[in-house]
């Protein structure tokens, strides 16, 4: 199983990313996948989900700026993220929960695929 992350970069407050969650090695979109991020000095932090039948979850944190989704002809899932702030700088990552087609935990330690990450900076 592989998870690659792309299109993270520097933005200026109040613009738009799209990051992309390409995945190899299993069938990407069976099984519950989120989106995650880490701030320097804390913690790991959920931000979307996206399962099996495409029905998603969002920490409040981001609800309503960022948007979960895929693409099936790519392999490939995404999160848009508009309305950036310099509190959402950090590294994001895509991780695949294997267990289950459902999303039942928020808990980074129930997700067993990780990708590399892309790092995300918005300057104010």
């Known amino acids: 199983v592989q998870l690659v992350e792309s299109g993270g970069g520097s933005v200026q407050s109040g613009g738009s990313l799209r990051l992309s969650c390409a995945a190899s090695g299993y069938t990407y979109n069976s099984h519950c996948l989120g989106w995650f991020r880490q701030a320097a000095g804390k913690e790991r932090e959920a931000l979307a989900q996206?399962?099996?039948?495409?029905?998603?979850r969002y920490a409040d944190s981001v609800r309503g700026r960022f948007t979960i989704s895929q693409e099936n002809a790519k392999n490939s899932r995404y999160l848009q993220m508009n309305n950036l702030k310099p509190e959402d700088t950090a590294m994001y990552y895509c991780?695949?929960?294997?267990?289950?087609?459902?999303?039942?935990?928020?808990?980074?330690?129930?997700?067993?695929?990780w990708g590399q990450g892309t790092q995300v900076t918005v300057s104010s």
């Open positions: 991780a695949a929960d294997l267990r289950f087609s459902r999303c039942f935990s928020w808990r980074p330690d129930d997700f067993e695929a």
């Open positions: 996206i399962d099996a039948d495409g029905d998603t």
